[in-house]
Nanobody, 113 residues
């Protein structure tokens, strides 16, 4: 059974940085495409960034140049480095295993002064 556990969220000032981590278990992690999604209050859950098993990446226009998704297969972990954070980045961030259709429980990111 695939399980995903996110960590690294918190409160940060505008212009600051955070790194989210998503630890996977219960599957052959290296073959799964992985993604980070986010959902703000009252809004739908949207894709932020995805990374394939071969480490090809894709980003939402709103985060291009500020966020970087990466993976370390030896650690069964996918990361989201978030720089130059803005208040509109405030949301619950979810990790998603695209191959198995499994979500993590999410981690809150709040960008506020």
């Amino acid at each position: 059974q695939v399980q995903l556990v996110e960590s690294g969220g918190g409160l940060v000032q505008p212009g600051g940085s955070l790194r989210l981590s998503c630890a996977a278990s219960g599957s052959i992690f290296s073959i799964s495409a992985m993604g980070w999604y986010r959902q703000a209050p009252g809004k739908r859950r949207d894709a932020v960034a995805t990374i394939t098993s071969s480490a090809s990446t894709n980003y939402a226009d709103s985060v291009k140049g500020r966020f970087t998704i990466s993976r370390v297969n030896a650690k069964n972990t996918v990361y989201l480095q978030m720089n130059s954070l803005k208040p509109e980045d405030t949301a619950v961030y979810y990790c998603y295993d695209l191959l198995h259709g499994v979500w993590g429980r999410g981690t809150q990111v709040t960008v506020s002064s």
